[in-house]
């Protein structure tokens, strides 16, 4: 293995305000199969879709899930009793959680789904608080706090775990969240979940309130308060947001799968997953299987994948270029995967099970196609890499591989033609 801190300088830091241990403890929830699917785009998984995004979650190691709002209607309630059995006949270990209004019918449902199935369900109760909220809606703090001490009541009365949720806390006024947060920190709430949910925040914005949580929470006697950072990605700043968010205090950071979600959607919850990986942070689960996740989630909501998506679209770890593909070729040649992942690539491919892919076409070079017919175990005569290299050139794209082996068989026909030895021999018989 390469030791990346001898072939790279990172001029990457950490923020010199953020929380020292910000890593130890951090968790992930995932809110693909509530906020995710509120996408006016998105279709509904079927339930078995459902399981098994729930099962990948699992194995991911992400440790929290949002498995609906069954206040939404006698569906809902029928597919988050599903998944609750499944989960609970499974095994998982992932913990489940269920999205509600400040509002007796949402709750209820959660209580009741619960006790059926004999598993816990956190309640995630959630309340607008921002002054833009207030004035369109004519309520007053006042209703406010009532109705998040009745909510916040109801569930933990019923033994349930609850965090309370403000939404468009990024735009919520100090006094207002004071006000609410003691109301339900005191009806025995476990934990607040602070909301940007326009997208309006930005990484500077996320420290500031973030901290200012932090200290409030302390200020009315509940320091040991979990924190919850639930972004979206109007301003293309969600996944910025939420490693902000984590790096100072959240300790729970909300996410889904592709960043599906209400307009332009929610933070990545695979792309998070990924740089927290990479910034250091550890939990329990196969990062193999995000690229499995990644696909699942765009074949069950209906989500493009696309070619250019980081880390899992198709496009992450392929080159056709003459110059990069070169560079990847003779690290390989060195024998050392991880130093062909890093000479053309800030992401390693091998750390979630994928690889770099050398392309042939219009801007590549000789190295790229012969490197392509030794992958593929065909020996690279010069005859044939000509043949290949010349076809490239004369196009304006990256071949597909039926496109190369098209040529190479080709190529392969005129020389038995010639009588001249097939150069892929027995190797080459069953590609």
Known sequence: ????????H???????????DWRVGLEFYDES?????????????????????????????????????????????ADVTHLAKFARDGGLKINLTCAARTHPNDIKPIIEISQKVGVPIEVMAFLGSSPIRLFTEGW??????????????????NGLPCTFVTEDTVRSDPATLKRLFRVALDEGAKGLCICDTVGHATPSGVRNLIHWVSETVGELGHPDTVIDWHGHNDRGLGLINAIAAAMHGAKRVHGTILGVGERVGNTQIDLLLVNMRLMGVEWEGDLNKLRDYAELGAQATSTPLPFNYPVFGTDAFRTGTGVHAAAVIKALKKGDAALADAVYS???????????AIEVGHMGGRSNVIYWLQYRGIEPVEELVNAVFDHAKS????LSNDEVMAVVEDWRAQSAAGSVTDPGGEASASL
Not at 1 to 8: E, L, Q, V
Not at 52 to 67: C, K, M, P, S, Y
Not at 346 to 356: K, N, R, S, W, Y
């Open 1 to 8: 293995m390469t030791n990346d801190s001898k072939w790279i």
């Open 10 to 20: 990172d001029w990457n830091d950490h923020d010199n305000n953020a929380v020292a």
């Open 33 to 77: 199969l509530r906020d995710g699917i509120q996408s006016p785009s998105a279709t509904d998984p079927s339930i078995g879709d459902k399981e098994r995004v729930l099962a990948l979650q699992d194995e991911i190691g992400i440790q929290h899930t949002d498995i609906g709002l069954p206040g939404a209607g006698p569906r809902a309630v």
């Open 140 to 157: 007053d703090v006042e209703r406010l706090e009532t109705l998040t001490r009745d909510a916040v009541r109801l569930a933990v009365s």
């Open 346 to 356: 800030g992401v390693p491919a091998h750390m979630f099970g994928l690889e770099q």
């Open 395 to 398: 196009t304006s794209r990256v």
